[in-house]
């Protein structure tokens, strides 16, 4: 399968520019049960200084070692039982990320229901830890470097038209410190969506 992941220097930027860039995108992963596609459509962004909401506020430690670098590689944690995935950014040591939050399913979407058996198809990936499950993302994939573009990584749609989309920004969702922030992004419309639609833009 010839594959055109993001490259390391769109991962090497401020997570703000970096989670508006990944809409629109399609997340891959290709395990041996069968390969699963979705088009991102919303994320949230992390921030190395002046955000306590930063699993790297307080500094490095063993589960969090995947978010200080380098750019490009997967941080995934787990949270009650499941996982959230995330994208490292900016330089090495400077501890910033993307949450990838919801996904549009496109391919393999019968394994897709086998793992979650959702009620309907919106809801199969529409938030992190659906998203992982879904896609059988857990920490095996954390520091996985995504630009390689094997088993796992974000692929680069250039054949989509992100401007028929008009982009909404909000606070972030579920977040217990640093709410006021408006660093969630995603498509306006889309029933793929997570969440309240609440938006500031």
Not at 21 to 46: D, F, K, M, P, W
Not at 49 to 77: E, I, L, Q, T, W
């Amino acid at each position: 399968m010839a594959t055109n992941p993001l490259r390391r220097e769109f991962y090497d930027r401020d997570p703000v520019e970096v989670a508006m860039g990944l809409l629109g995108n399609i997340l891959v992963h290709q395990s041996v049960e069968g390969t699963v596609t979705g088009r991102i459509v919303e994320t949230e962004a992390y921030l190395a200084k002046g955000d306590s909401a930063c699993h790297a506020a307080r500094g490095r430690n063993r589960k969090n070692a995947s978010m200080f670098g380098p750019p490009g590689r997967a941080y995934v944690y787990p949270i009650h039982a499941r996982y959230c995935f995330n994208v490292v950014t900016e330089p090495e040591d400077v501890a910033s990320a993307v949450l990838v939050r919801a996904v549009e399913p496109l391919d393999g979407i019968s394994l897709m229901k086998q793992r979650r058996v959702p009620d309907r198809l919106r809801e199969i990936a529409n938030g992190p830890a659906k998203l992982c499950e879904a896609f059988d993302i857990d920490r095996v994939l954390d520091g996985w470097d995504l630009t390689r573009g094997v088993r796992f990584w974000i692929e680069r749609d250039g054949d989509f038209n992100v401007g028929q989309f008009e982009v909404g920004r909000s606070e972030r969702i579920g977040v217990t410190s640093a709410h006021d922030l408006p660093l969630r992004f995603f498509f306006k419309g889309n029933e793929f969506v997570s969440g309240p639609k609440r938006m500031r833009t």
